[in-house]
């Protein structure tokens, strides 16, 4: 079975390496290995992939240094690959522009799950994005994004995000006023509700009103709602 997509893996671990080798390519996909940072730099901005799953721990340059340089030339998937516990590190690998990430151990089913419903949402918004540019404007407040050029624009100048931000903006502009969870956001967005964290809402949260509020400290246009989730006032 060969489904088309390819997928760099990013990983000095030999064994864990050709672990997720294994199981990706049972499922129908294409891998390629490499064992170290310069490596996946160089693969990754190579145009050729689909997905990244990146680990954190390489040698001659980490997963954060090598996330931050691809984020430069690729909007892909990057799937960030951690054995730490601790959220900083999760954090930091998100606002750097990984995508999501899956903590060590992990059981197979867990990480093609991940690495498809990465590859789906990226595939959905592209789709969109392929629609005609006159297709018409979507706005709330001082926010205003174009779909089918992909572009959004605050109080008239144009921002620009990384996808899953554009995403998660999107689906907050579409459901305005409306209040949504964490867990709802994470399955709508990153397409994968069985190992929600919140962590990765927030932190795209987070990134989305340095962005788009006046003081991010205070936000008045992404409100949370102690308890139930966030709502994009109008």
């Not at 864990?16 to 390629?32: N, P």
């Not at 990430?101 to 419903?117: C, D, H, Q, T």
């Not at 994004?145 to 995000?161: A, K, N, W």
Request: proline share 4%.
């Amino acid at each position: 079975m060969d489904n088309g997509k390819k997928v760099l893996i990013v990983e000095d671990d030999s064994a864990i390496a050709e672990i997720e080798r294994d199981y990706l390519e049972i499922d129908g996909f294409k891998v390629e290995i490499v064992d170290n940072g310069p490596a996946g730099m160089e693969r990754g901005s190579s145009g050729e992939f689909h997905l990244i799953l990146l680990d954190v721990m390489l040698p001659g340059a980490d997963g954060f240094a090598v996330c931050r340089k691809l984020r430069e030339t690729v909007d892909i998937p990057i799937l960030m690959v951690t054995a730490r516990q601790e959220d900083i590190d999760k954090i930091r690998g998100l606002g750097l522009g990984a995508d999501d990430y899956i903590v060590k151990p992990f059981s197979p089913g867990e990480l093609v799950a991940r690495v498809k419903a990465n590859i789906a949402q990226y595939e959905r918004l592209r789709s969109r994005s392929g629609a005609p540019a006159d297709g018409g404007e979507l706005k709330v407040g001082q926010i205003a994004i174009r779909p089918g050029s992909r572009r959004v624009y605050v109080r008239g100048e144009e921002l620009t995000l990384k996808n899953k931000e554009y995403e998660l903006l999107l689906f907050l502009v579409e459901h305005v006023d409306m209040v949504l969870s964490k867990e709802t956001l994470y399955e709508k967005i990153w397409g994968y509700d069985a190992i929600g964290d919140s962590a990765t809402v927030a932190v795209h949260i987070n990134r989305l009103r340095e962005k788009i509020e006046d003081n991010p400290g205070e936000p008045k246009v992404i409100q949370t709602v102690w308890g139930a989730g966030y709502r994009l006032k109008a």
